[in-house]
């Protein structure tokens, strides 16, 4: 049974660059069996795909945030990471990271209890 | 651009009853549709995917159905712990969800 957690900081300032790493247990993030996702969800309101990666490395992300966003892994440590840079208010919301089998597609059937991230001065 | 949309926004209904969720694809998905659920406070939990395969646990009353743009969630008989937010998922391209349907105690 696969179990991940977030972790990372609450608070980031305006402009700056959003960091959280995903902790994998239970499991191996070298799994060709998985993929690793980052899905947010603002306040309040639904969830929005932020992107997936591979333990080969390959990624994907929503177009939407593509030119902000940077997901990579950390085989060694079980872990994969998020990176959103030029942060505004409307990044403020909970982030999961969750996993999701190749051989299902991106249907995400484990998820971390989720971290909220704040966006403020 | 795919756009997800779920009807109602908001299912009033008594428990013992059954609920009818519905998610229609701008364009066709296939059958790769997921559906979750999110209590307040919690991650959501897959419920359903490929339109219609039960998740690992997932209680037989869940099921789904559809494949193309139209696809249904159906509850067969509410139980207090279903009263809950639930989504649908496209994963034809890449992943995008509907805006959700609360199901609520009539």
């Known amino acids: 049974q696969l179990q991940l957690q977030e972790s990372g900081p609450g608070l980031v300032k305006p402009s700056e660059t959003l960091s959280l790493t995903c902790t994998v247990s239970?499991?191996?993030?070298?799994?060709?069996?998985?993929?690793w996702g980052w899905i947010r969800q603002p306040p309040g309101k639904g969830l929005e795909w932020i992107g997936s990666i591979y333990y080969s490395g390959s990624t994907y992300y929503n177009p939407s945030l593509k030119s902000r966003v940077t997901i990579s892994v950390d085989t060694s440590k079980n872990q994969f990471s998020l990176k959103l840079s030029s942060v505004t208010a409307a990044d403020t919301a909970v982030y999961y990271c969750a996993s999701y089998r190749q051989v299902v597609g991106a249907a995400f059937d484990y998820w971390g209890q989720g971290t909220l991230v704040t966006v403020s001065s | 651009e795919i756009v997800m949309t779920q009807s109602p926004a908001t299912l009033s209904v008594s428990p013992g009853e059954r609920a009818t969720l519905s998610c229609r694809a701008s364009?066709?998905?296939?059958?790769?549709l997921a559906w979750y659920q999110q209590k307040p406070g919690q991650a959501p939990r897959l419920l359903i995917y490929g339109a219609s395969t039960r998740a690992t646990g997932i209680p037989a009353r869940f099921s789904g159905s559809g494949s193309g743009t139209e696809f249904t969630l159906t509850i067969s008989s509410l139980q207090s712990e279903d009263f809950a937010v639930y989504y649908c998922?496209?994963?034809?391209?890449?992943?995008?969800f509907g805006g959700g349907t609360k199901v609520e105690i009539k």
């Open positions: 239970g499991g191996s993030i070298s799994s060709s069996s998985y993929y």
């Open positions: 998922q496209q994963y034809n391209n890449w992943p995008l």
């Open positions: 364009q066709s998905v296939s059958s790769n």
